[in-house]
């Protein structure tokens, strides 16, 4: 008879998963059948993942036979493989967007785009400005111009330095007791940031937990952590790009917050915000109620979901 037991995901790299049961963490496998989502996914299992594992007697690993349901998932299209999906993580309370003005140069795309990942699950997302050290006057101007809009939308936004450790503690008390998961784009200073909550946490645990045993310091897959305050961090490879072939346009519509609270209004109940008449979201931005930027970055997602769907077309004959 083998023993099962109810764990946590935290790691997974499509081929072996770390669990955590209580402060253990158990290396599986998936053995056999196990049931997953319709969605097409490069890696089935996500960090965060409820699971049952089967332990087994004569082996090493253990296996994992189930995936609990899942509260909510962040999912984004695979970099690599376009038509798949790929799972950022699931079961998470919220996720801390961590951004900088410069280096490297925020564009305001991103902020955007990321967002619509969080939004189906209406995950909150707090936008953490990092590298406050070097901005100047006008950067600052710039700063809060940003935080207005999106605090406006229903968005948190922080000012932080981990050079200098503005904000840190803010951080830590909306990740405290929670699971958060952190993104952002490659060079924003994620790594540094969480090394200022809990110094070592990163590189302590890829020691422990990597099969090798040489220790890997750039993310590769997400893992979680547990933090001593209380609560666990899930620490996500550094995004490039963030593409929405598995969006329709209505998606991109219903995802943009504002623009969907206003939509009720619009003439056409199915109103995509573009060239129909009596469009409440093009009178919202022409009143300067919704911000312009927004509503461009909106279109350009738009154009790029059509194009997108053209190509997925053509690829699938
Ligand atoms: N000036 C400044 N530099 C920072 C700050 N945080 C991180 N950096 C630097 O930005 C670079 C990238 O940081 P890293 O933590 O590796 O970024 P990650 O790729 O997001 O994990 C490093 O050279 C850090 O020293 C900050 O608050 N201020
Ligand atoms: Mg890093
Ligand atoms: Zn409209």
Same mark, same amino acid.
């Given at each position: 008879?083998?023993?099962?037991?109810t764990?946590v995901v935290?790691?997974?790299?499509?081929?072996?998963?770390?669990?955590?049961?209580?402060?253990?963490?158990?290396?599986?496998?998936?053995?056999?059948?196990?049931?997953?989502d319709?969605?097409?996914?490069?890696?089935?299992?996500a960090v965060g993942d409820q699971v049952?594992?089967?332990?087994?007697?004569?082996?090493?690993?253990?296996?994992?036979?189930?995936i609990l349901p899942r509260k909510n998932y962040i999912v984004?299209?695979?970099?690599?493989?376009?038509?798949?999906?790929?799972f950022m993580a699931s079961n998470v309370d919220q996720v801390?967007?961590?951004?900088?003005?410069?280096?490297?140069?925020?564009?305001?795309?991103?902020?955007?785009?990321?967002?619509?990942?969080t939004?189906p699950y209406s995950i909150p997302?707090?936008?953490?400005? =990092?590298? $406050?050290?070097?901005?100047?006057? &006008?950067?600052? /101007?710039?700063?809060?111009?940003?935080?207005?809009? #999106?605090?406006? @939308?229903?968005?948190?936004?922080?000012?932080?330095?981990?050079?200098?450790?503005?904000?840190?503690?803010?951080?830590?008390?909306?990740?405290?007791?929670k699971t958060t998961l952190?993104?952002?784009?490659?060079?924003?200073?994620?790594?540094?940031?969480?090394?200022?909550?809990?110094?070592?946490?990163?590189?302590?645990?890829?020691?422990?937990?990597?099969?090798?045993?040489?220790?890997?310091?750039?993310?590769?897959?997400?893992?979680?952590?547990?933090?001593?305050?209380?609560?666990q961090?899930i620490?996500?490879?550094?995004?490039?790009?963030?593409?929405?072939?598995?969006?329709?346009?209505?998606?991109?519509?219903?995802?943009?917050?504002?623009?969907?609270?206003?939509?009720?209004?619009?003439?056409?109940?199915?109103?995509?915000?573009?060239?129909?008449? =009596?469009? $409440?979201?093009?009178?919202?931005? &022409?009143?300067? /109620?919704?911000?312009?930027?927004?509503?461009?970055? #909106?279109?350009? @997602?738009?154009?790029?979901?059509?194009?997108?769907?053209?190509?997925?077309?053509?690829?699938?004959?």
């Amino acid at each position: 008879m083998s023993e099962k037991l109810t764990g946590v995901v935290t790691k997974s790299t499509g081929s072996w998963y770390l669990v955590r049961i209580g402060t253990d963490i158990i290396q599986c496998r998936v053995k056999g059948k196990i049931k997953l989502d319709d969605l097409k996914l490069t890696n089935p299992i996500a960090v965060g993942d409820q699971v049952i594992i089967e332990m087994e007697p004569k082996e090493d690993v253990a296996s994992i036979v189930t995936i609990l349901p899942r509260k909510n998932y962040i999912v984004r299209q695979s970099p690599r493989k376009k038509h798949l999906l790929h799972f950022m993580a699931s079961n998470v309370d919220q996720v801390l967007l961590i951004v900088t003005l410069k280096n490297p140069n925020l564009k305001l795309g991103f902020i955007d785009r990321f967002l619509l990942m969080t939004e189906p699950y209406s995950i909150p997302v707090v936008i953490v400005f =990092n590298k $406050a050290d070097i901005y100047n006057e &006008e950067d600052m /101007k710039l700063f809060n111009y940003i935080k207005t809009i #999106y605090k406006n @939308i229903g968005y948190q936004v922080l000012l932080c330095s981990a050079e200098t450790k503005l904000g840190i503690d803010d951080c830590k008390n909306i990740l405290k007791d929670k699971t958060t998961l952190v993104s952002g784009q490659s060079g924003v200073g994620k790594s540094t940031l969480i090394n200022q909550i809990q110094p070592r946490l990163l590189i302590k645990t890829e020691e422990i937990s990597d099969f090798s045993g040489k220790g890997q310091h750039t993310t590769t897959f997400a893992e979680m952590y547990t933090l001593d305050i209380g609560g666990q961090i899930i620490d996500s490879p550094g995004i490039k790009t963030l593409g929405f072939s598995h969006f329709d346009k209505k998606d991109v519509a219903h995802n943009f917050k504002e623009f969907f609270t206003i939509s009720s209004e619009c003439k056409f109940a199915d109103c995509l915000h573009m060239n129909e008449p =009596n469009c $409440a979201v093009k009178k919202a931005v &022409e009143s300067g /109620k919704i911000a312009e930027f927004r509503y461009q970055n #909106y279109l350009a @997602i738009i154009d790029e979901v059509e194009n997108q769907n053209y190509w997925e077309i053509h690829d699938d004959v």
